[in-house]
Each structure stands twice: as C-alpha cells, then as structure tokens.
C-alpha cells in the first residue's frame, strides 16, 4: 500500500532535511543516560519518524534508536541516512494505531509533529507511558489547535492537533 508519506517522501531530497527537531536537540539532554558513551546511553523509540532526521541524530548521540513510520519510503531514506552518518538505526513499518509499544524498555519515546486522531492518539500514548523505563521520558511536540487559524502549517484538521 503507497501512503500519501510515501508519495510525499518519493521526492528528491528530504522533505524536512536532515537536521534533528530544535525541540528535541534542545531536550534530548534529559533522556536517561545523556553523558554515557557508547550504546549504554539506553534505548530511544521514534514514533512517526518518517526520513529519520530525529531518530539518526540520536543514534549519532550514542542511543539505541528504533524508529517506527507508516512510509516505507521514509524508512528506506532513514536507512540511507544512517548510512551516510555512520551509524545503525532499526526501523519498523507499521501503523501506530496498533503498534505495540514493548513495556518498561525504553529510556525515551519521541513524536515530533506526528498527529493522529484521538481514537489512535489516546491508547497510543497510553502505551507511551507503560512503554518508558523509570525516569524515562516522553518527548512530544506537535501543534495546537490554534495553529489552524495562523494558516503557516501543520494538520488542517482539527481532530489531529493537540489541544
């Protein structure tokens, strides 16, 4: 099945570039492990990571990433990526709506601007939660339902942005 991730990630280059999230190179200091070398610094799950600019940052950080996306074409640019940079990431295809989230096994989960509606969202980050280690942290960022009336990006729908 071709996504419309998949069309959209089909061009030329990476739609996002390959430089990590602001907000996630600005908090990433307090996942679990930060400051440990090599792969000791804990397990990362990227939820919707689509290239994988997100999840290879982090693996260049020293974390054991998994990155999850529903665009076979994305992850194929997330391999081609980590290639590049010289590290190794796993990456899983699959919906998120049903994907399970492994318990008490990961140091970090990161969803930047993946929006999904509250049907899929809500048990979903119920998984998040029973999914992190103790102390482990839930990096989130995605837009707010008053994002639509300043038409600069972002779902159009509202039932996709967090309120």
Do not use: P, S
């Given at each position: 099945m071709i996504t419309r991730w998949d069309e959209r990630y089909a061009e030329d280059g990476f739609v996002f570039g390959t430089a990590p999230n602001d907000f996630l190179r600005a908090q990433a200091h307090r996942i679990p492990g930060q400051g440990?070398?090599?792969?000791?610094?804990?397990?990362?799950?990227?939820?919707?990571?689509g290239e994988g600019r997100n999840g290879v940052w982090l693996a260049e950080q020293g974390y054991a990433v998994t990155a999850v996306d529903l665009s076979q074409v994305g992850l194929e640019k997330t391999q081609a990526l980590a290639a590049e940079r010289g590290v190794a990431i796993e990456t899983i295809f699959a919906d998120l709506a049903d994907y399970p989230i492994e318990p008490a096994a990961w140091s970090g989960i990161v969803s930047i601007f993946c929006h999904t509606p509250t049907e899929i969202r809500v048990p979903l980050h119920r998984r998040v939660v029973d999914g992190l280690t103790e102390g482990g942290l839930f990096i989130l960022e995605g837009y707010h339902s008053d994002q639509i009336k300043n038409e600069t990006g972002g779902p159009s729908d509202p039932e996709l942005l967090i309120t």
């Open positions: 440990k070398k090599g792969r000791d610094k804990g397990r990362v799950l990227c939820l919707g990571d």
